[in-house]
T-cell receptor
Framework: AQKVTQAQTEISVVEKEDVTLDCVYE???????LFWYKQPPSGELVFLIR??????QNEISGRYSWNFQKSTSSFNFTITASQVVDSAVYFC?????????????FGQGTTLQVKP | NAGVTQTPKFRILKIGQSMTLQCTQD?????MYWYRQDPGMGLKLIYY???????DKGEVPNGYNVSRSTTEDFPLRLELAAPSQTSVYFC???????????FGQGTRLTVV
């Protein structure tokens, strides 16, 4: 069975603080993909990153960075110097390659509130 | 390039009514999906399609039906609406099974 757990339901920080959103996953697939999506208050889902299970290099994109650790089945997301515009619900998701259907298993989401 | 377009954006249904949620994409993606998002929860897969003429059930298919007669369109049919179907529905598409999915704006459905 596949499962994604985002244990942090809500996080509140003050602007300019760094914040890390945790994601732990379970899968029996040896090849899989991990994703992060952002859902701002307007409701749409915005793709942030896709990571192949064979690529454990950390990735940085501006103020965003992702730490993939296969040994602990985690794919954590860090926002550096948070801004009010980062306030949103963030979802971690998993897709196993064995079925090749692209079906996403989502975590429950972490609501991030960045206060000015 | 419109991406994934869903209509309507909002709808209120009475118990027992039926309706179709429309979804169309202009990216020539083979893979399409329907998810529902309940308050405080992640998205759950209702149905998916890997190409025109091919559909399959996801995690929560009961009470829904889909069809995929063209690459562009993937409508979701609700028969005999129930309060448990009150949710936000998202349609998505992807080029392949291992690429990122692009989502529509969502349809907020309330069944009363």
């Amino acid at each position: 069975a596949q499962k994604v757990t985002q244990a942090q339901t809500e996080i509140s920080v003050v602007e300019k603080e760094d914040v890390t959103l945790d994601c732990v996953y379970e899968t029996r697939d040896t090849t899989y993909y991990l994703f992060w999506y952002k859902q701002p208050p307007s409701g749409e889902l915005v793709f942030l990153i896709r990571r192949n299970s064979f690529d454990e290099q950390n990735e940085i994109s501006g103020r965003y960075s992702w730490n993939f650790q296969k040994s602990t089945s985690s794919f954590n997301f860090t926002i550096t110097a948070s801004q009010v515009v980062d306030s949103a619900v963030y979802f971690c998701a998993l897709s196993g390659v064995s079925s090749n259907t692209g079906k996403l298993i989502f975590g429950q989401g972490t609501t991030l509130q960045v206060k000015p | 390039n419109a991406g994934v377009t869903q209509t309507p954006k909002f709808r209120i249904l009475k118990i027992g009514q039926s309706m179709t949620l429309q979804c169309t994409q202009d990216m020539n993606h083979n893979y399409m999906y329907w998810y529902r998002q309940d308050p405080g929860m992640g998205l759950k897969l209702i149905y998916y399609s890997v190409g025109a003429g091919i559909t399959d059930k996801g995690e929560v298919p009961n009470g829904y039906n889909v069809s995929r007669s063209t690459t562009e369109d993937f409508p979701l049919r609700l028969e005999l609406a129930a309060p448990s179907q009150t949710s936000v529905y998202f349609c998505a598409s992807s080029v392949e099974g291992d690429t990122e999915a692009f989502f529509g704006q969502g349809t907020r459905l309330t069944v009363v």
